[in-house]
């Protein structure tokens, strides 16, 4: 079993930036890979990012050059950060788990967390 919990979201105006931390406990913690998703109101839920606890990286298409994914194995957190953010970007954002980088990326991930607001004011 493992827990998430999010942290870092808020409100920003368009251009801006904004870091969001994922924190994962359990046994089983360090050795799986994490990811973002997002969902704004009134559309589905849409993959963000992904990363392997070695450090392999996945990317939707629309934060390609403007969001970074980024882990720290000492600590089981993963980090979103996120540049040059426009009013689109506005979601609430998950973070996710699964053994596999294919499992999350494939928006099937075994664990959620309870999420975080990013709002982008333009």
């Known amino acids: 079993q493992v827990s998430l919990v999010e942290s870092g979201g808020g409100l920003v105006q368009a251009g801006g930036s904004l870091r969001l931390s994922c924190a994962a406990s359990?046994?089983?913690?360090?050795?799986?890979?994490m990811g973002w998703f997002r969902q704004a109101p009134g559309k589905e839920r849409e993959f963000v990012a992904a990363?392997?606890?070695?450090?392999?990286?996945n990317y939707a298409d629309s934060v390609k050059g403007r969001f970074t994914i980024s882990r720290d194995n000492a600590k089981n957190t993963v980090y979103l950060q996120m540049n040059s953010l426009k009013a689109e970007d506005t979601a609430e954002y998950h973070c996710?788990?699964?053994?596999?980088?294919?499992?999350?990326?494939?928006?099937?991930?075994?664990?959620w967390g309870q999420g975080t607001q990013v709002t982008v004011s333009s």
């Open positions: 990363i392997t606890w070695s450090g392999n990286t």
């Open positions: 359990g046994r089983t913690a360090s050795s799986v890979a």
């Open positions: 996710a788990a699964a053994p596999y980088l294919r499992t999350v990326v494939a928006g099937t991930p075994n664990y």
